[in-house]
Each structure stands twice: as C-alpha cells, then as structure tokens.
C-alpha cells in the first residue's frame, strides 16, 4: 500500500501495470532455483551462435557475463569505458567474497547466509533471489580458484577464511587486500581467452549512451567512440547491463573516478523501472576529507574492524589531544558500548551512524573534527605487529601514503564515505528489466541487497549474475526469440536514437558557459550528502528537490565544454555523465521522500526510537519502482510487495 | 595529515599532443594554491579548472580508481613514470613530496607499443592483446570441483599472488630502454605457474605469450631491469628469470610438437 506524501509525486494505485510479475517459482525457497532452472527453455547448441549478445560493463557482472556466455557459444560484444576490460571498479574491492562453503566448520550454511543477507538488508530485498544468491556462493569459489585466483591458504594449502562486518561466521574468502583486483583478473582472463577465440568482440573505451527500444523490445545501443568520438549503432537480440553503482552522484564516493548512472538512467529513461534509487551505503571507515580539492574517498577496508578498535574521546575536550596522551577511561569506544554482541563489526549502516553521532556530538577528531579513530594498538599488542602488518599491511600502506601518518604508532582516522548503491534497475528472478530483452547484473539491478549491503556479497552478487545465472535466464529468453529477427542497426529505431544522441551532445557542447563541469558535480554532491545522505528529513529532501533543478537549469545555461564533440575530449565525456546525474538525482531524492520510514541505509530523521531506525513494514514492505512518464511529467511510482516466508519480518538488533 | 599544510606555487611542463597523427610540444603552464595534501592527480584537476577558467582546453590524462589498484593512471614525471617513489601509482603520489616553486615535466608513456593517443594519453590495447593469446587457465564455467579438492601450499599461493598485484600500468614498458614487456608477461605467467592450475597449460602459454609479446611491438630484454625499479607493485625481477626458465623448454617442447605433426618425429 502507498500513501501519496505531502509533495506533488503521483503514486499509481496498483503496480501492477508497469511492474511485471517477478517470475519467482513456486515451492519450498530451497527448491526454487533447480525447479526454475529445470523449467527453462534451452537454446539449441547449433544455433547458439547466430544469437548476438550485448554485454555492458566489463567488471566482476558483466565480464564474467560475456565470458560465460561467448563459452556456451553466443556471439558477445562487450563494452566498457576503460582503456582495457581489466579495469573496471570491481578491481579496487578490497576485503573479500562471501561463500557459505562453511569450511570453518563454524555454524554456516546456505540458509544462515541467506538469512544473514535478508536481516542485514532489512528485509528490503526479494526471498528468492537471496537465497539463490547464497546457493551459487559456493560454485564462484570453485570456479575462481580453477581459474588460478590466488586466494588467501593455510600452511595445509586449504583456503583461508575472515569474518567480515556483521557476520558472526568466517566464510569471506580473500587474497591479501585485493580481492576485487585478484577476481576481476580471473573474470579478465576468461573474457580474454574468449577475445582471443574470436567469440567476444571488445570494445573499450567506448562508452553506451542509449539504449534501443523497438516494439517494445531491447534490440542494441547506441555507444560513443571516446578516442574519435564516433557515435554508433550495435544491434542484438538481447542487451545486458552491468554497469556499477551511481555512488559518484555524490560526486565524494569510494568509486572509481568513471562510475556513473548513465546506462541505467538511459534505459529509465526508455522505459525500464528504476528500483529504490534512495538505497545508499555508507561506508563506515573511509579516509576522512583533508580539502576542497578532494576527488574521491579512500576506503580502508573493513576487514580491518576484525582487529582494530574505533573509539572517540568520551570528554569533547581532549579531542585536539594526541592519542596517546587520551587514557583508557577516557575512550569512548561507542560501537563496543552501544552494541555489545556485534561491537566492531556492527553493520555498516549502523556504524556510519554512529561515527556521525559521535562527531555531530563534538566528539570528533582531526581536521573539521570530522573523523573517528580506528586503533590497532590493542591487536598490536596481542599479535605482533609482523602479524597485523601480514593481515593488513598494503592498507597501512595506502594510508600512510595518503595522510602521511603511520598507523602503527598513530591510531587511524575514519569517517564515513559514500561506498555502494543498493538501488538499480528493477529486475525479475530471471534478471530481466521491464523492458523484455533488457537484462542488469551486479550492482547496477537492485535485487539482492535490499536496503543495506553486507561486507563481501557485492563481489559475491556480481559473480553469480554473470557466471551462474544469466547463463540460464538469458537462455530462456533468447529460445522465445527467432534468431532471424535481428533488427537491422540502420532501422528508424536505431536512427532515431543516434540523432537523440548527437542532438544531445551539440546542446551541451553548444553552451559555451563559464563554469567547469566539476564544479557542478561538486555543488550536486554537497547537495546530496547534506540533504540525502547519512541522516534525511523531510525537510532536507524538499530542500533538495528545489535546489537540484535549479543547479540543473545553471548547468545546462553555463557549463563550459572545451574541445570538439568528434575527437577525444574528456570534459565532454563527464558532461555527459554530470547532466545524467543531475536528473538522477532528483529521482533518488523523490525515492527517500516517499519512503517514510527508516530501514538500512535509508534513515529518516522523523522515523526512529532512540536514535534506532523504525522501519514501517505496515506500509512500506514493498519494492518502490519509478517509471519515466515523460520529460515534462513527474516520474509514477509503483510498488512490488515483499513477503517474508522464510526469515521471520523482525526488527534488527545488533545489541 | 595535520591540521597545518602549505601551498605550492608550480611551474609545469606538460606534452600536449591533438591527436595520434599530430605532433606534440611541451607546454609551460603555472598552477598556483596547491595543498600539499592534494595528490598529483588532484593538483592536474587544479590546472585543468585553471585552464578552463581561462578558455583553454585541459589536459588530457587517464586515470580512474585514484587509489592504486586500476591501472589508469600513467605518466612520466621529471623522466620517472609515476614519479620514481617506490611501489606508487601517479595517483598515490602526494604533494607533500614536492616544494614551492618546484618544475616539474610531465609526459605520456613513451614506447613503441603504446601510441599516444591525445596529451598525456596512450594507448595500451597491445597488453590485452598478448593476454588473449595465454594469460588464462582454460576452464570453462561450471568445470570446476571443489575449490578445496586442490591444495595449494601457502608459499606457493603468497608467490603467485606477489605476481599476480600487477596492475597493467605499462611502468615497465615506459621506463624500458627497449619498450620490453618482458616484466608485465612474466609476472602473468609467474603468478599462473605457482599454483597448480596453471600447469597443465604452463610450456605452450610461455611460448604463445613471448610470440605475442613480440608481435606487439614490444622490444626484446637486455637485462636493464629499469621496470623492476619502476613497478608500482613492486614486482621482483625473478618472475623474469622463471620465464627464461621456461622458455627454453618451451622452444623445446615446441619444436618436438611440430615434429609430431608433421609425422617425423
Ligand atoms: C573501494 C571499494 C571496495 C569494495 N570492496 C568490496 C569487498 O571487499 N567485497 C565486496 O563484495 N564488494 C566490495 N565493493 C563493492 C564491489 O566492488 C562492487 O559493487 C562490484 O565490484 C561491482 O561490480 P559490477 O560488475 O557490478 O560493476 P563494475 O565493476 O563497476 O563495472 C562496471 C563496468 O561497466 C562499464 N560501464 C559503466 N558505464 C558504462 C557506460 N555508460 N558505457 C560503457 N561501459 C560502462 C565500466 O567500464 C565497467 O567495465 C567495494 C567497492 C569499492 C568502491
Ligand atoms: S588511477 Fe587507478 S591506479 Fe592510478
């Protein structure tokens, strides 16, 4: 059930309409998958290859997507912005993958790592794809480590295994701090081989600005040389996202530099929902801001809260003293205090919070007295520092590089960043949009995470959309397709949209204004971290909601584009991403507007006890999904409910 | 990081090259107010913004994680790539390392290989090129037992993993006399060939891996070792020596195949 807010959004009365049925099979959870896997129509091996696929995004989603796919026999092309594949954001994932392998032999198993994932979304994500998720966990270890990922092993050779944020079982698989880089290199090198076969066609950079829409069906894109600036037409008979997170909408973010929003708010804008754009995480230990010229935010993995202690002083005023001049009974370590069973390893939307708390209080230290101690003396003093520097020591590293402070001797300084986006396109079980033809993978869709991530599973999700699920959904939908029925990328549909194109990027081109293309990114991203970030209030997100149009009628009246439209020209490139992002953000802002309760990441300052966040499962146990209307029209929100057969709906406690 | 930090005044001197066809020249330009907190990605921003600010175009450069672990980013800075700091990405590399009223020069990667592809941009395709042709294990999707079935001694698995940190950059092409790539293939086929599931494979990749390399562009190695002094991952010269290892009885193995096929041997 829906209830229209206060502001002039139009909630339709019924999802059914826009949202399509989800496809979820019948019977018990644990069945669900082989059932649906057995029911799928197959794709006769001979005739695989006169199917062609595009794949966008080349990280842990798409390039394992494209791998697998180009191995079952489809002719793949895949697209990505980078210079090469092996560069997509996945690379930087640090602390590790979840599996629920249960090689510990301590407690876990496919259900506690389904219901560890439901609870810790908050019950804001869909039963059936979680627990499908949990099931294919283990078969992505398998296949990494066939592939030569070099995980993490013990002196018997077994492999290795941590506890990471908010699990109380070791089932994170990692490799050093770089797991993301050591998985994307093996989904590299499948999708290489598969290069080097002649099966997958790679472009990079080259970067997809629409999608195209005919009858009804996705059947190509249209993409933008970045090294001539070509704009072209790529027809298939079925088109498959994985293009990241839209964490840069806050311009600050642990995202890569090139992370954007414009795949998936292009294919919004051509008809597929838009799933729970407010679901944001911030993540709890990220380098704090040092200046205005900041790009973007470190992470330092959160692995590291296995072993360090975050703390603030309990008196405001020793906050300028030097750590060690602070006493044990004038620490405050909050998360040990406030959460006793969970302590450092609380989930991270309750440690953001809480990091705010402290500084909000006055209790903050370092620059602006935004930022937290993270302190390893204690673990340091029990382990040796040769095993804390074994454990984490390129993070100590990278911190030291950055701050030009040494962790060992001084305690860190963390504060919470933007990190990961729960929200995305809206997907069935199958994977698909609702646009037929039109599938998203990996942090782009927004279906398994709910309304918090937990530590590990990004990486987890990714790999098994794209190596064990679309291989079989996608499947299905192409033997419902006649291989004849390719439409020609010179048809009216494909023109039409490379004129949009090309019209688009002259208007911005054409402005000739005075102000730089950051400089708008950057007051987009003040806006929103103020006003819809880690606390949000009906009030700021109306203060948003004016400011965000008008910024966006300044970027469109004075944004200053030098270099030609047909050649590279990087300033062109973030223009484009930044006018995406303009519009985005509006969407996300109507999003947490609407959702008048408090759950995961999302936290409205109206709707709490005590400072916990209250969700309302009596009017808000639903999926919100947004459809363009129109350009001059606001966008409808419609709704998918949630039930909660399987893991009992209850309020989570970290206590 | 202090509360206290400085600001630099800076001259620079920057390649700036249209296109891969159009000559390029160095550039002086000043960039003023730099913290020394700020990165050297982040003092380019300040002179891009500065250079926008005056209607001129800015500088093209690549980069895109800022942390170290992508690969994006390049550049040769006063004749170093990324700068000459040990085991440190152009974006890791801090300002607190230069002083007020420093020049510096700032160029592309220079290598037969890596064409230039605008300013301070190249294009590195030729190393995914020598990776499609063996930087894998064949292992199809869904082939694989359990991942505990094949034990992999710790020291093995920390050695492949010491080679398998390279990040693709192209440092040791660039800082190469030769324009080699011997440094960025033998960390990939180092990394494969600690651990059991690169064996089956491990003669035949060596040999294609060190043809493709070659039939890149790439320039043959005269034991400078210049890429191991500029890796950013600090990636050991041995991996080179295990490839000479076995490339010599890939050559071998090679010619006994050919033999093979054409029923003489
Ligand atoms: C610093 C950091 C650390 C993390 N650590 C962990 C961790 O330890 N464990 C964990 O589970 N998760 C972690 N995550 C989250 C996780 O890394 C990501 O959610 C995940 O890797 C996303 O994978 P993906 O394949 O969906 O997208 P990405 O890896 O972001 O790939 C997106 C791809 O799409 C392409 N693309 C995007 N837009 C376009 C376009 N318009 N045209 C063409 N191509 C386009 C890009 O080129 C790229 O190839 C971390 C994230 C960050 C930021
Ligand atoms: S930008 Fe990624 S390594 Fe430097």
Same mark, same amino acid.
């Given at each position: ?655 | ?149 094949? *034990?992999?001694?710790?020291? =093995?698995?920390?050695? /492949? !993993? @010491?080679? #398998?940190?390279?990040?693709? $950059? ?32 491990? *003669?035949?990749?060596?040999? =294609?891996?060190?043809? /493709? !390399? @070659?039939? #890149?562009?790439?320039?043959? $190695? ?44």
């Amino acid at each position: 059930m829906d209830r229209t807010s206060s502001s002039s959004i139009p909630v339709a009365a019924s999802g059914r309409s826009f949202v399509p049925d989800a496809r979820i099979p019948g019977g018990p959870i644990e069945q669900k998958w082989a059932k649906a896997k057995f029911e799928m129509r197959l794709v006769n091996p001979a005739n695989k290859r006169k199917y062609k696929v595009i794949v966008v995004g080349s990280g842990l989603a798409g390039g394992a997507a494209a791998a697998t796919l180009a191995e079952l026999g489809y002719d793949v092309a895949c697209f990505c912005f980078q210079d090469s594949p092996r560069r997509a954001h996945s690379i930087a994932a640090q602390g590790g993958i979840n599996a629920a392998k249960n090689y510990q032999n301590d407690g876990d198993s496919v259900h506690r790592l389904f219901y560890d994932t439901v609870k810790g979304g908050d019950f804001r994500a869909r039963e059936a794809n979680v627990h499908r998720l949990a099931e294919v966990s283990v078969d992505i270890i398998d296949q990494c480590a066939a592939m030569g990922v070099p995980f993490a092993r013990e002196y018997g050779g077994t492999l290795a295994n941590r506890s990471f944020g908010g699990a109380q079982v070791s089932r994170t698989f990692y490799a050093r701090g770089q797991t993301g880089q050591q998985l994307l290199l093996g989904v590299y090198s499948a999708l290489s081989r598969q290069i080097g076969a002649g099966k997958v066609r790679m472009f990079s950079r080259t970067e997809m600005l629409d999608v195209v829409v005919d009858n009804g069906r996705a059947v190509g894109i249209i993409v933008r040389d970045l090294v001539t600036g070509e704009i072209s037409s790529h027809a298939a008979h079925a088109v498959v996202l994985a293009t990241g997170g839209y964490g840069n909408v806050f311009f600050l973010s642990t995202n890569a530099k090139g992370c954007n929003v414009t795949s998936t708010y292009r294919a919004f804008k051509r008809g597929a929902g838009f799933a729970n754009p407010c679901f944001t995480q911030i993540h709890p230990t990220c380098i704090p801001v040092s200046g205005d010229y900041q790009s973007k935010l470190t992470l330092m993995s959160e692995s590291l809260r296995n072993d360090g202690r975050v703390w603030v002083p309990r008196k405001a005023s020793d906050c300028k003293l030097h750590p060690d001049k602070i006493a044990d009974e004038d620490r405050d370590y909050y998360l040990e205090r406030k959460y006793p069973s969970f302590g450092n390893l609380s989930p991270r939307d309750i440690a953001s919070r809480a990091a705010k708390e402290q500084c909000d209080d006055g209790r903050g230290v370092g620059p602006g007295g935004r930022g937290v101690y993270l302190d390893f003396r204690d673990a340091i003093a029990r382990d040796g520092e040769d095993r804390v520097r074994e454990k984490y020591g390129n993070l100590f590293d990278m911190y030291e590089r950055i701050t030009g402070e040494n962790p060992y001797r001084v305690p860190m300084r963390i504060y919470p960043a933007v990190h990961y986006t729960m929200g995305g396109l809206w997907v069935d079980y199958h994977l698909q949009t609702t646009i037929p033809g039109l599938f998203c993978l990996g942090e782009a869709n927004f279906s398994d995470h709910g309304a918090n991530r937990l530590g590990a599973s990004a990486l987890m999700q990714g790999l098994a959309d794209g190596y064990f699920i679309i291989s079989y959904t996608l499947g299905h939908y192409l033997a419902g397709v006649a291989s004849s029925s390719l439409t020609s990328s010179t048809a009216p549909a494909f023109a039409d949209a490379e004129r949009a194109v090309k019209q688009r990027l002259d208007r911005l081109m054409a402005v000739k204004g005075n102000r730089s293309v950051d400089s708008f990114h950057k007051e987009l991203g003040q806006v929103l971290w103020e006003d819809c970030g880690m606390a949000r209030t009906k009030g700021s997100l109306e203060h948003a909601l004016t400011a965000i149009p008008k910024l966006r009628e300044q970027f469109w009246r004075d944004v200053s584009i030098l270099g030609g439209r047909d050649s590279f020209n990087q300033s062109l490139e973030k223009a484009g991403r930044v006018a995406d992002f303009l519009e985005f953000a509006e969407l996300m802002c109507k999003d947490a507007l609407v959702r008048e309760e408090s759950c995961g990441g999302h936290y409205r300052v109206e709707h709490q006890v005590e400072g916990e966040a209250k969700r309302d499962d009596q009017n808000f146990c639903h999926v919100a999904v947004w459809e363009h209307t129109g350009d001059e029209t606001p966008p409808a929100r419609h709704t998918e409910p949630l039930a909660f057969e399987n893991v009992k709906l209850a309020t989570r406690s970290y206590k | 990081m202090s509360d206290s930090h400085e600001e630099l005044d800076l001259t620079l001197h920057v390649w700036r090259q249209p296109d891969r066809a159009a000559p390029g020249k160095m550039v002086a330009y000043k960039v003023t107010g730099v913290s020394t907190h700020a990165s050297f990605l982040e003092m380019l921003d300040i002179l891009n913004e500065q250079l926008v600010a005056r209607g001129e175009e800015p500088v093209a450069f690549d980069h895109d994680c800022r942390e170290g672990i992508c690969g994006m980013c390049s550049l040769m800075i006063n004749g170093r790539p990324h700068g000459g700091m040990r085991a440190t990405t152009t974006c890791q590399l801090h300002m607190r390392f230069f002083k007020n009223g420093d020049e510096i020069w700032i160029e592309p990667w220079r290598a037969h290989a890596f064409p230039v592809i605008k300013d301070l941009c190249v294009d590195r395709t030729a190393f995914d090129k020598v990776i499609s042709i063996g930087g894998f294990v064949s292992a199809n999707c869904g082939s694989a037992p359990d991942a505990n079935d094949l *034990l992999v001694p710790k020291e =093995a698995a920390d050695r /492949a !993993m @010491d080679a #398998a940190a390279c990040i693709g $950059c192209g440092a040791c092409v660039a800082a190469c006399p030769n324009g080699s790539a011997m440094l960025f293939v033998a960390a990939k086929l180092s990394h494969l060939h600690h651990l059991p599931q690169g064996q089956p494979e491990r *003669l035949a990749r060596t040999g =294609a891996m060190v043809s /493709a !390399m @070659d039939e #890149a562009g790439f320039g043959a $190695c005269s034991n400078h070792y210049e890429c191991e002094a500029a890796c950013p991952k600090d990636i050991s010269r041995d991996v080179i020596a295990e490839l000479n290892r076995d490339y010599a009885r890939s050559a071998f193995v090679h010619r006994e195949r050919a033999n093979k096929a054409d029923g003489s041997g």
